[in-house]
């Protein structure tokens, strides 16, 4: 290869300068699906869709991830990571470059095809930062990037707002430069993982069987997850019709959500797992969520908004970022992408069903998804404590 450049030189006697720039181009990447995501009712119906067609461009684009998800993870490990998220990249700035000129709805769904497939922003960053850091510092370094996520949506819903006022194809042309900026970023200025100061590439060994650690892990993000997207899919009608919050109040209330993560994410996972360790940090957080949540079903309030469903975000957060850490620890370096891919798969379909599942249950009860999201938390209890050791992953 080219002899490398006196800034990358420097640069890679410091593998946090290459963290803070996978957090950068994270930030911007998830600014940019900010920006255009609440206004793209707006662009399908402007080529003549109608409330089942836009569902379907939903669907459309979950089974594009479904797919994509695993096959990105391989793309990252067969070509490394970087050659993943220029493909990331560019495939989703053409994307996105398509919608605010789509003259039919069927050139709008397709344009939906390849950015569902190839957009795998955070399991890619999650496998670099994987490779990039030792065992202690992962879910901090994970949990920053994750954090990245909630800022991106604080700031760019309002944003693309304010630019949809003036001409409502700016957001998009603006989300596709700045993605393609990011393809330039990565392309400059991150390495290829072969040259790792914390990852020296190991020998390849066959494929084994998953680990009981593994399995474990996979089960409990699974239902995690579950319990997360059935709340989150029921929270808005609690705000509406039980508490009776007008449009400017669940704003506040979404950004109340962002804010949470975003602390959880910028300090307070790397407290806890300083002290506890990832695994240990999974086994207490479960129970605490499981039980916040269950608070904020059965007495839903202001109050309980507050107290409760605001320890459940941060015991959801906390969890969930140390079951990535412990995944990909547990399995092969050549593994980690298509690993992170499949799980991402599964909770792609997860994002199919628990919609589907919520509105069934809200129905019958508004707070009955939550409740069943207290169920889907307790059951997570039991992988955790059984397949997951104690064992610490603490930074010396």
């Given at each position: 290869?080219?002899?490398?450049?006196?800034?990358?030189?420097?640069?890679?006697?410091?593998?946090?300068?290459?963290?803070?720039?996978?957090?950068a181009?994270?930030?911007?990447?998830?600014?940019?699906?900010?920006?255009?995501?609440?206004?793209?009712?707006?662009?399908?119906?402007?080529?003549?869709?109608?409330?089942?067609?836009?569902?379907?461009?939903?669907?459309?684009?979950?089974?594009?991830q479904?797919?994509?998800?695993?096959?990105?993870?391989y793309?990252?490990?067969?070509?490394?990571?970087?050659?993943?998220?220029?493909?990331?990249?560019?495939?989703?700035?053409?994307?996105?470059l398509?919608?605010?000129?789509?003259?039919?709805?069927?050139?709008?769904?397709?344009?939906?095809?390849?950015?569902?497939?190839?957009?795998?922003?955070?399991?890619?960053?999650?496998a670099?930062?994987?490779?990039?850091?030792?065992?202690?510092?992962?879910?901090?370094?994970?949990?920053?990037?994750?954090?990245?996520?909630?800022?991106?949506?604080?700031?760019?819903p309002?944003?693309?707002?304010?630019?949809?006022?003036?001409?409502?194809?700016?957001?998009?042309?603006?989300?596709?430069?700045?993605?393609?900026?990011?393809?330039m970023?990565?392309?400059?200025?991150?390495?290829?993982?072969?040259?790792?100061?914390?990852?020296?590439?190991?020998?390849k060994?066959?494929?084994?069987?998953?680990?009981?650690?593994?399995?474990?892990?996979?089960?409990?993000?699974?239902?995690?997850?579950?319990?997360?997207?059935?709340?989150?899919?029921?929270?808005?009608?609690?705000?509406r019709?039980?508490?009776?919050?007008?449009?400017?109040?669940?704003?506040?209330?979404?950004?109340?959500?962002?804010?949470?993560?975003?602390?959880?994410?910028?300090?307070?996972?790397?407290?806890?797992?300083?002290r506890?360790?990832?695994?240990?940090?999974?086994?207490?957080?479960?129970?605490?969520?499981?039980?916040?949540?269950?608070?904020?079903?059965?007495?839903?309030?202001?109050?309980?908004?507050?107290?409760?469903?605001?320890?459940?975000?941060?015991?959801?957060?906390?969890?969930?970022?140390?079951?990535?850490?412990?995944?990909?620890?547990?399995?092969?370096?050549?593994?980690?992408?298509?690993?992170?891919?499949?799980?991402?798969?599964?909770?792609?379909?997860?994002?199919?069903?628990?919609?589907?599942?919520?509105?069934?249950?809200?129905?019958?009860?508004?707070?009955?998804?939550?409740?069943?999201?207290?169920?889907?938390?307790?059951?997570?209890?039991?992988?955790?404590?059984?397949?997951?050791?104690?064992?610490?992953?603490?930074?010396?």
């Amino acid at each position: 290869k080219a002899t490398v450049s006196v800034l990358y030189w420097i640069m890679s006697h410091d593998p946090k300068t290459f963290l803070k720039i996978l957090q950068a181009v994270v930030f911007v990447d998830l600014f940019s699906v900010a920006l255009v995501v609440p206004l793209f009712y707006q662009y399908a119906t402007n080529v003549g869709a109608d409330a089942k067609s836009f569902g379907m461009l939903g669907s459309v684009f979950s089974a594009a991830q479904l797919v994509g998800s695993p096959f990105m993870g391989y793309v990252s490990d067969k070509y490394g990571r970087k050659t993943a998220l220029l493909v990331n990249f560019i495939g989703a700035s053409g994307s996105y470059l398509v919608v605010p000129f789509a003259q039919s709805f069927w050139v709008l769904a397709l344009a939906r095809i390849p950015v569902g497939i190839v957009k795998q922003t955070m399991m890619i960053s999650s496998a670099y930062a994987a490779q990039l850091t030792e065992v202690g510092t992962r879910s901090k370094a994970i949990a920053e990037m994750k954090s990245m996520v909630a800022m991106a949506f604080v700031i760019g819903p309002t944003v693309g707002g304010y630019l949809a006022a003036y001409d409502l194809k700016l957001p998009a042309i603006i989300a596709s430069a700045l993605l393609a900026a990011d393809f330039m970023v990565v392309k400059i200025f991150l390495p290829d993982m072969d040259n790792t100061l914390h990852a020296p590439k190991r020998e390849k060994k066959p494929f084994t069987r998953p680990s009981g650690v593994l399995i474990g892990v996979i089960a409990t993000a699974i239902l995690l997850e579950m319990g997360e997207r059935l709340n989150r899919n029921s929270l808005p009608i609690i705000l509406r019709d039980n508490l009776q919050l007008d449009t400017k109040a669940m704003g506040m209330v979404w950004s109340f959500s962002a804010a949470i993560s975003t602390l959880m994410g910028q300090y307070g996972v790397s407290f806890i797992t300083r002290r506890l360790g990832d695994h240990a940090t999974v086994k207490w957080c479960i129970p605490v969520a499981a039980v916040a949540v269950g608070a904020w079903s059965m007495f839903p309030s202001l109050t309980t908004l507050v107290l409760a469903y605001g320890v459940y975000l941060a015991a959801n957060f906390s969890s969930e970022t140390c079951l990535v850490s412990i995944l990909t620890h547990e399995v092969e370096e050549d593994q980690v992408g298509a690993t992170l891919g499949m799980q991402d798969s599964l909770n792609s379909g997860i994002g199919v069903l628990a919609p589907i599942t919520a509105a069934y249950l809200t129905t019958w009860d508004p707070s009955y998804p939550a409740a069943f999201a207290c169920l889907f938390c307790m059951a997570a209890v039991f992988p955790a404590y059984l397949k997951l050791p104690t064992r610490h992953f603490k930074k010396d």
